[in-house]
């Protein structure tokens, strides 16, 4: 059963930096697009990031400058370095793996950006 589990979420202060980390599991093939989602309060789910197995990376303009993903296909995990943080960037944070036509979410994890 494949496992999807996100950490490194909390309260971080404005301007401030935090790393997530996401590890998927339960499978042996290795993950092909790894991607961060986030969901602020009274808003839709947005993407925030993506990367394809050879690292190419997509991101969302509103972080870009000031994320970066990446990943270690041999762990199959994928990281968010948050850096620059706004108020804005307030949300519980999913991270997304897929294999073939197959999509997994985590949980989620919750980042607050006080002042």
């Known amino acids: 059963q494949v496992q999807v589990v996100e950490s490194g979420g909390g309260l971080v202060q404005f301007g401030g930096s935090l790393r997530l980390s996401c590890a998927a599991s339960g499978t042996i093939f290795r993950f092909d697009v790894m991607a961060w989602y986030r969901q602020g309060p009274g808003k839709q789910r947005e993407l925030v990031a993506s990367i394809g197995r050879g690292s190419r990376a997509n991101y969302a303009d509103s972080v870009k400058g000031r994320f970066t993903i990446s990943r270690d296909n041999a762990k199959n995990t994928v990281y968010l370095q948050m850096n620059s943080l706004e108020f804005e960037d307030t949300a519980v944070y999913y991270c997304?793996?897929?294999?073939?036509?197959?999509?997994?979410w985590g949980q989620g994890t919750q980042v607050t950006v006080s002042s």
């Open positions: 997304w793996a897929q294999i073939a036509s197959n999509g997994y």
